[in-house]
């Protein structure tokens, strides 16, 4: 059925929607090469980040030298726990996800809002979809104040063998300290000892974020395949 107009039809009745609605900005992803970016610059649509894949293999990581990579950080500590966050630790996790604007993204897209309430509601929609998840939270010792955070979410069955590396940010203040690496490292030294079952850990990085693909490839994260992020103004 390619080649007949199929997908052009309902590319531009998507379009007409979206300017119905008063959007200004449509925006999709595909893998960087093939039919979909094809389909994506022959509609006019511009590149605006593109994004690597990377899996780590748990199974031949080297998990002695990962232990030897952990670095100190003088004046913080972490803080863990497996699942959605307690009731009490829901203000910290907002802001330490309120520092993923920070990330590369399409400057026209707003900048996410977490409050409160929404973290709440991403914590409880997690248990409702039976995933779990490992996160480390870092924190000034001095004060408690949230420093950064690291996330693996796991899907309920736990029968894939994967994990899903979800977000990692270090709020401004508290930069320069390595903390990206300690909690990361901290995570997935905690996953593999309580979940050895899991095989990879799959993880996703704009290739523009350097520090944080300098990393995952310390880690012995490697490259698995790249996606590109378009837009197109309405």
Partial sequence: MQRRGIGTALFEHAVDRLRAEGRTLLLTETPAGGVGARFAASKGMAVTLTEARSTLDLRTADWDAL?????????????????????????????VMNGMNDAPHDPDIEEEVHTVERVREREEALALTGRTCYTTV????????????????????????????????????????????????ANLLWLHEQEPHIDRVITWNATSNAHMLAINEAMGFTLFDQWNEWRLAL
């Fill in 67 to 95: 232990r030897g990579m952990r670095p100190e950080a003088p004046g913080y500590h972490l803080e863990q726990w497996i699942g959605p966050a307690r009731q009490e630790l829901l203000p910290d996790l907002a802001l």
């Fill in 138 to 185: 870092a924190r000034r010792t001095s004060d408690g104040a949230p420093a950064g955070y690291t996330r693996i979410l796991l899907d309920e069955a736990r029968d894939s063998g994967w994990g899903h590396q979800a977000d990692t940010t270090v709020v401004r203040e508290h930069r320069g300290h390595r903390l990206g690496l300690l909690m990361k490292i």
